[in-house]
């Protein structure tokens, strides 16, 4: 049980590092650009995000960061590497992941709707690259005795 709550607590730490750290970067780089469609086209987006929205939107964003550092601790033993390059083949992995489903959205939605899901798909390379190197050097502070549990098994 240990374990599961650090891991929980692991998780919420690179949901805090997503929004520091890339939130600028964001916001320098993309975030207008991906949202000018959004008062354009009212029947598509929710412009007005309340409190409850935000939490759900955190919520669906803590669900996505368990599901990659899930599929890294399950994984990392098998991978070659630093945890800089496990962490990347893996956080690389779930972003094309993010990005094919984006463009499969993509694909349904009107021309001017387009922009607004290529404007997504990069920012997932900025955030996931962003929460990738911040669990290559937490990872293994974290999880130190499981790590070393591991090793002492092999």
Known sequence: MKTVFKFLVFV?????IRY???GPIEALTIMDKMHRVVPEHPDCFD????GG???VSFFYNFMMWLAAAWIFYVSWPSLKG???????KIYGLVCLFFISLAAVYMNHY???LKEFYLFSMADALIVFAIVAIANAYLFPLFFKREIGDRYKTS
């Open 110 to 112: 009107v021309h001017e």
């Open 53 to 55: 929205d935000y939490v």
């Open 20 to 22: 520091i750290v890339g």
């Open 82 to 88: 630093t945890w800089l390059i496990r962490s990347l």
């Open 12 to 16: 919420v730490l690179l949901n805090v």
């Open 47 to 50: 412009a007005m995000f309340d």
